[in-house]
């Protein structure tokens, strides 16, 4: 018997009786092994989403931004130092949530230490699939080598059992999502994947790490249904894509519409400018208008999602995830949820 599926535009959340009057009654901070975040949203750890300028953004609004690994270990070393030195004159406690992405393969002590001695505290595995055994012998290694030093996040991956195995293995956070992105390819290419609303249901009631839904949140009502399902955090790339604070510079068109690169990492443009070459095509790269400055976008995110909270009269993450009710929409429910007034 094949299993079904959901994803998050097949499903809504029903609003309850609320005793929410404003948003300000809602706090969205949670927590990872003892980090708190004053707000659950993490960006992408992409050579078009975050380098310094983002994860400052990112640390200074509450939320998390991971350096991406897609350069030698001396320059994703030095864009942390960056960071650190102006995150401290502007937020101490941001300082000790420095994080970066490093590989599972052969460079993974030398990049850690370097990242470590720059001043990161929170090292991401990045692996497109998590549930592997060079996995877990990189998690085992970090805290082998730092202890409680750093913070593990580790992924990705789709399953419960991934979720429980890295867990066991000693991942703090775990990305949960594979092949959901705006920009993968993965499951046209090789036939595998979950959708990631999916898989965070699938997790929720396992025992382990801090779970980060990861790939596909098109909008504020995909960060509130995720978190509904069971993540603690999200994380997110074309949403912040094309804002001031990602790597690359911008280009106009010629009606002076200005535009900025969002790749996917297995893409070819992406693996030929970090590795010289390209094989397995996981992903597309593309423009996105500008956007402007990253901090009118959580902000708005931030409002939406305790508009979200309040339809179930939640006030905290813990207390919407045991309110939430989902029920399924139809696609001719989806049509009627999207903006659809008739033009003449
Ligand atoms: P969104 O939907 O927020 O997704 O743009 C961002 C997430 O996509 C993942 N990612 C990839 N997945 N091929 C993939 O299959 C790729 O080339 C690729 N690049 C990024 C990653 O998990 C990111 O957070």
């Not at 659950?40 to 975050?50: A, G, K, L, N, Q």
């Not at 970066?100 to 370097?114: F, H, M, T, Y």
């Not at 990305?175 to 390819?185: A, D, E, L, Y």
Request: charged fraction near 25%; charge should be neutral.
């Amino acid at each position: 018997m094949i299993k079904g599926s959901l994803c998050f535009d097949d499903v809504l959340l029903v609003p309850r009786y609320s005793k929410i009057n404003s948003r300000k009654e809602v706090d969205l901070t949670t927590e990872m092994s003892g980090l708190k975040f004053r707000l659950p949203e993490i960006s992408s750890p992409m050579d078009t989403v975050t380098e310094s300028e983002m994860a400052k953004e990112m640390l200074l609004r509450g939320g998390l931004g991971i350096i991406h690994r897609y350069n030698t270990p001396e320059e994703q070393s030095s864009i942390a130092l960056d960071l650190r030195e102006s995150l401290e004159e502007q937020s101490s406690a941001s300082v000790n949530k420095i994080a970066a992405a490093v590989g599972a393969g052969k460079d993974l002590i030398p990049r850690s230490e370097l990242l470590v001695n720059s001043g990161v505290r929170i090292l991401c595995i990045d692996v497109a699939h998590g549930h592997h055994a060079l996995v877990e012998s990189a998690i085992k290694t970090l805290k082998d080598r730092f202890a409680n030093r750093v913070t593990v996040i580790a992924g990705n991956v789709a399953t419960p059992e991934g979720y429980s195995d890295l867990s066991e293995w000693g991942a703090d956070a775990v990305r949960i999502g594979i092949g959901g992105g705006s920009i993968c390819s993965t499951r046209i290419q090789t036939g595998h994947g979950v959708p990631t609303f999916q898989s965070v249901l699938d997790c929720r009631d396992v025992p382990g790490a801090a779970i980060i839904a990861d790939g596909g949140i098109k909008n504020s009502g995909d960060m509130v249904k995720a978190i509904a399902a069971g993540a603690d955090m999200v994380m997110v790339g074309s949403l912040l894509a094309g804002t001031d604070e990602t790597p690359g510079e911008s280009f106009h068109d010629s009606d002076g519409n200005t535009f900025k690169v969002y790749r996917g990492m297995a893409s070819i443009e992406a693996q030929v400018a970090w590795r010289g070459k390209a094989r397995s095509l996981e992903g597309v790269s593309t423009t996105v208008p500008c956007k402007g400055s990253v901090r009118r976008i959580l902000l708005d995110l931030e409002q939406n999602i305790k508009s979200g909270f309040s339809y179930s009269g939640a006030r905290s993450i813990s207390e919407f995830q045991s309110l939430a009710r989902f029920i399924r929409q139809t696609s001719s429910g989806l049509g009627e949820s999207k903006t659809h007034i008739l033009f003449k």
